[in-house]
């Protein structure tokens, strides 16, 4: 089959000539274009398919070792992309090019029809995938962020608590000789058991607080 562009509005389909100097029937050529699409949209659907399969799983992950995929998401992100702009194309190809000799009562432009609604169905479809996927990473990140929060609030809390014992020993371990507290016969063990009331009373709060 040849094409042509005429005038710049769109492509006209002529019969095309084989090796011998014969041309084929529009019927032919007809049929031919509409395996060819046919194939073409059976082939996205397997590819879409596959697309929300995988899409599946990662959905499943979410809330496991969703970490160690977010590498497939955004390969399946990538992919659902091209797939998505080749549907585009195809739905574009479908509407704008006729059968050779096709008049708009011809089977071609009922198969049109039914391939031009095909395509946008999986293009519909495709795109879901693609959001769907991009919703993931947006929840990825949003529970990295909240899982960095709770670490950080852990940090703090315990780091408030070890500060309690290490003030009170740095300022009885300094080398001033009138600090009265370290004459007194029970110095060491009052400040042994401020250290422990101080910290245990800190690990209640933060506990209560759910930073523990």
Known sequence: MVFEDVDGIGTAWHPAEDNSGRYFAADEAELTLTL????????????????????????SSIFGEFEKDIESVYRLGSDASKVRSSLASLCRFIDRIPAPGASK???????????????????????????????????????????????????SGWAAILFTPSLVGAIYGMNFES???LT????????????????????????????L
């Open 36 to 59: 060819i699409v046919e194939a073409a949209i059976d082939s996205y659907d397997s590819a879409a398919l596959s697309l929300e399969d995988g899409t599946a799983d990662c959905e």
């Open 105 to 155: 009562n011809s089977d071609w432009s009922a198969d049109a029809a039914a391939f031009a609604e095909d395509a946008d169905d999986l293009l519909s479809r495709v795109s879901g995938i693609h959001a769907r996927l991009t919703q993931l990473v947006t929840v990825y990140l949003a529970l990295v962020a909240q899982k960095q929060n709770e670490d950080m609030k852990r940090i």
């Open 184 to 211: 007194w016969d029970f110095g060491y063990p009052l400040s042994i058991l401020a250290m422990v009331i101080i910290s245990a009373g800190l690990y209640a709060v933060f506990r209560r607080q759910r930073w």
């Open 179 to 181: 600090i009265p507290e």
